[in-house]
T-cell receptor
Framework: AQSVTQLGSHVSVSEGALVLLRCNYS??????LFWYVQYPNQGLQLLLK??????LVKGINGFEAEFKKSETSFHLTKPSAHMSDAAEYFC???????????FGSGTQLTVLP | NAGVTQTPKFQVLKTGQSMTLQCAQD?????MYWYRQDPGMGLRLIYY???????DKGEVPNGYNVSRLNKREFSLRLESAAPSQTSVYFC?????????????FGPGTRLTVT
């Protein structure tokens, strides 16, 4: 069965610093990978997704993620954090034509002034 | 387009009471989903509906029932609420984009069972 692990339930960075949120997956078949963001008291919004092709994926709000098959990872990065990036971030995986998503447990990002 | 809408936004129930959470989408999607979100556990799938007239169990279906009323609406019912069902409930819908099903989420319903 597939699974998703997000390392670090809480990450704090200073405004302007690099954001790195970690996601690893386990799967016996090629995955489709997603990052979602959840602002306080809101639903989830898609940041970016990897399906096929280029392994470096660019998303909204300056975020990007790189699919590394050898490391079974899909870490989310942003070069310079803004206060508005404070939110919870979820990594998720699906496979083939499956409709279901499997979510990681989430990482709460705090941006310090 | 409103996207995915959910009602109510907040609800407090006593143990044993019943209620129905409503969800509607205006994106003409075939597939709809119900998740629950608990601290430190991410989102877990309760039920989903691949298309109008079909429903399937997800990871945590016990204590819930669903109805796909039509293509737009997918409701979640708690017949006899328990404190363990205190959670935030999200509805989502999706459509095949030629490669993958991309899900769109509603704003959530925060349910407390006392």
């Amino acid at each position: 069965a597939q699974s998703v692990t997000q390392l670090g339930s809480h990450v704090s960075v200073s405004e302007g610093a690099l954001v790195l949120l970690r996601c690893n997956y386990s799967s016996s078949v090629p995955p489709y990978l997603f990052w979602y963001v959840q602002y306080p008291n809101q639903g989830l919004q898609l940041l970016l997704k990897y399906t096929t092709g280029a392994t470096l994926v660019k998303g909204i709000n300056g975020f990007e993620a790189e699919f590394k098959k050898s490391e079974t990872s899909f870490h989310l990065t942003k070069p310079s954090a803004h206060m508005s990036d404070a939110a919870e971030y979820f990594c998720a995986v699906s496979f083939g034509s499956a409709r279901q998503l499997t979510f990681g447990s989430g990482t709460q990002l705090t941006v310090l002034p | 387009n409103a996207g995915v809408t959910q009602t109510p936004k907040f609800q407090v129930l006593k143990t044993g009471q019943s209620m129905t959470l409503q969800c509607a989408q205006d994106m003409n999607h075939n597939s709809m989903y119900w998740y629950r979100q608990d601290p430190g556990m991410g989102l877990r799938l309760i039920y989903y509906s691949a298309s109008e007239g079909t429903t399937d169990k997800g990871e945590v279906p016990n204590g819930y029932n669903v109805s796909r009323l039509n293509k737009r609406e997918f409701s979640l019912r708690l017949e006899s609420a328990a404190p363990s069902q205190t959670s935030v409930y999200f509805c989502a819908s999706s459509e095949w984009d030629r490669v993958v099903y991309e899900q769109y989420f509603g704003p959530g319903t925060r349910l407390t069972v006392t």
